[in-house]
């Protein structure tokens, strides 16, 4: 049960970025069975959520949002978008997570390495940890 970030490569342009998700020249490439996006509105929490057999690959191209990990008696923070932390944040099955939109919002990219089955996950209320997400401003 763990998570881990790694940073993925941003190309700045004239008018904007190329912010490179993955590519099957990198020895961590993934091989996605399903990408979807998420989106959340300004200070919107969805927690807790815990997969039993999907690893999460969760990406932040839009906005900003702040994913919290409960990695056994501690809660480990990752901030996550195209100006702040530009990668990809691992999440491995069997451990609980939630996430957070920032002031503006944000859209999460998921390369998940199954196709999505309501069944694989489990879900519990958000007062089910001692975490306080941020309030809104």
């Known amino acids: 049960m763990s998570a881990s970030f790694t940073e993925s490569e941003q190309i700045d342009r004239p008018g904007g970025q190329i912010l490179k998700v993955t590519s099957a ?8 069975k399903e990408v979807y ?4 509105e300004p200070f919107v929490v969805r927690a ?8 999460v690959n969760a990406f932040v191209p839009v906005g900003e ?6 990695a056994d008696d501690r809660f480990e923070t990752y901030k996550m978008g ?3 932390n530009w990668g990809r944040l691992t999440i491995e099955p069997g451990t609980w997570f939630g996430f ?5 919002g944000g859209i999460v990219l998921n390369m ?3 196709v999505h089955d ?20």
Request: with cysteine; net charge negative; aromatic share 10%.
């Open 65 to 70: 949002v702040t994913f919290v990990v409960k």
């Open 100 to 104: 957070q939109g920032g002031p503006e």
């Open 112 to 114: 998940a390495d199954t």
């Open 82 to 84: 195209p100006s702040s």
């Open 37 to 40: 996006c998420s989106t959340l």
């Open 118 to 137: 309501p069944n694989e996950s489990q879900t519990k209320p958000l007062d089910s940890f001692e975490y306080q997400f941020e309030a809104a401003t």
């Open 25 to 32: 020249s990198r020895p961590d490439f993934i091989e996605a």
């Open 48 to 55: 807790w959520k815990l997969h039993t057999e999907m690893t």
